[in-house]
């Protein structure tokens, strides 16, 4: 079937999180973010899918068995959502796009660009907050404060996470009381690598509902308000999951996760940017020599 939309011109690359919803697309499309109305079996079935919902010619071999490498290599639930995105914003504006299925490329790179950029800033904000509840519970506690969870969790939440973390953890029986403990064959640097973010939030916000004054206070000395700071951190970690699995941002949830983020990270007193312009010049060289040594194969 032959393309009936009029592509004249490539735009540069307006990715997603670059062109406002409102702007790319004229009325909230829930084309965008719906499912597929019946499941797809084969390769074929979504190869042939995505070029029809592009209007691209499906007896071109080339073009057919480039989308299917993409599809193998990427699943199709995240290219059908950036084919979907390209093809509503070709119907509203046919000359910004000239190759649909290069323009789809484009825009399924651009969220995994923002997902890596999100995950760099998840990951700084994940290790201030260890570093920040280790460093008070060693002052507190002393170095074995793991091994008691009753000290860092609230009572209701012990079971649950000795369930959660029953493989991660080396749990042990106390001598004479019916309750487990963390085993002191770990460090608490060791404990704080093996739990998730999830519950190194609630052991965070634990410390932060007794005294505020104890974590998460601004640059300024003034203390986060719990509310805030318990905001903030369910943010990270709904953030932290998208990343963990290459979930599909839309232009709100990037924006706002990452202001989230950047605000987490201030009050963790940390330089965003130096730290940014830091890892580039780190990250260039090394992307740059990868590039290299795979033209190189034969």
């Given at each position: 079937?032959?393309?009936?939309?009029?592509?004249?011109?490539?735009?540069?690359?307006?990715?997603?999180?670059?062109?406002?919803?409102?702007?790319?697309?004229?009325?909230?499309?829930?084309?965008l973010t719906m499912p597929v109305n019946k499941p797809l079996r084969t390769l074929h079935e979504c190869v042939m899918t995505l070029l029809t919902l592009l209007e691209l010619p499906v007896n071109?071999?080339?073009?057919?068995?480039?989308?299917?490498?993409?599809?193998?290599?990427?699943?199709?639930?995240?290219?059908?959502?950036?084919?979907?995105?390209?093809?509503?914003?070709?119907?509203?504006?046919?000359?910004?796009?000239?190759?649909p299925w290069s323009y789809t490329v484009r825009v399924y790179n651009g969220n995994l660009a923002r997902l890596n950029y999100l995950y760099t800033l998840s990951h700084w904000a994940e290790s201030?907050?260890?570093?920040?509840?280790?460093?008070?519970?060693?002052?507190?506690?002393?170095?074995?404060?793991?091994?008691?969870?009753?000290?860092?969790?609230?009572?209701?939440?012990?079971?649950?996470?000795?369930?959660?973390?029953?493989?991660?953890?080396?749990?042990?029986?106390?001598?004479?009381?019916?309750?487990?403990?963390?085993?002191?064959?770990?460090?608490?640097?060791?404990?704080?690598?093996?739990?998730?973010?999830?519950?190194?939030?609630?052991?965070?916000?634990?410390?932060?509902?007794?005294?505020?004054?104890?974590?998460?206070?601004?640059?300024?000395?003034?203390?986060?308000?719990?509310?805030?700071?318990?905001?903030?951190?369910?943010?990270?970690?709904?953030?932290?999951?998208?990343?963990?699995?290459?979930?599909?941002?839309?232009?709100?949830?990037?924006?706002?996760?990452?202001?989230?983020?950047?605000?987490?990270?201030?009050?963790?007193?940390?330089?965003?940017?130096?730290?940014?312009?830091?890892?580039?010049?780190?990250?260039?060289?090394?992307?740059?020599?990868?590039?290299?040594?795979?033209?190189?194969?034969?």
């Amino acid at each position: 079937m032959v393309s009936q939309l009029s592509y004249r011109e490539q735009a540069p690359v307006p990715a997603l999180w670059q062109v406002p919803l409102a702007r790319a697309l004229p009325y909230k499309d829930s084309r965008l973010t719906m499912p597929v109305n019946k499941p797809l079996r084969t390769l074929h079935e979504c190869v042939m899918t995505l070029l029809t919902l592009l209007e691209l010619p499906v007896n071109d071999d080339g073009l057919r068995q480039r989308v299917k490498t993409f599809i193998l290599c990427n699943g199709f639930d995240g290219v059908y959502r950036a084919a979907r995105f390209t093809a509503i914003r070709g119907n509203h504006e046919p000359n910004i796009i000239a190759e649909p299925w290069s323009y789809t490329v484009r825009v399924y790179n651009g969220n995994l660009a923002r997902l890596n950029y999100l995950y760099t800033l998840s990951h700084w904000a994940e290790s201030g907050l260890r570093s920040q509840l280790d460093l008070h519970y060693t002052v507190t506690l002393g170095e074995t404060w793991p091994r008691d969870p009753r000290r860092y969790l609230d009572g209701r939440e012990v079971n649950s996470f000795l369930q959660a973390t029953r493989n991660l953890l080396p749990w042990e029986q106390v001598p004479g009381v019916p309750m487990m403990q963390v085993s002191d064959a770990i460090t608490s640097t060791e404990f704080l690598e093996r739990i998730s973010l999830s519950w190194l939030k609630q052991m965070v916000l634990k410390i932060h509902g007794g005294d505020a004054r104890r974590i998460l206070v601004g640059q300024d000395g003034r203390t986060i308000n719990y509310q805030r700071a318990k905001s903030l951190l369910e943010a990270a970690v709904t953030i932290r999951n998208a990343v963990a699995h290459n979930r599909y941002l839309t232009n709100e949830v990037y924006t706002k996760g990452e202001q989230n983020l950047l605000d987490l990270l201030a009050i963790l007193h940390f330089d965003v940017a130096k730290a940014l312009r830091n890892l580039e010049i780190e990250r260039t060289p090394l992307i740059r020599q990868a590039i290299q040594r795979l033209d190189d194969i034969p």
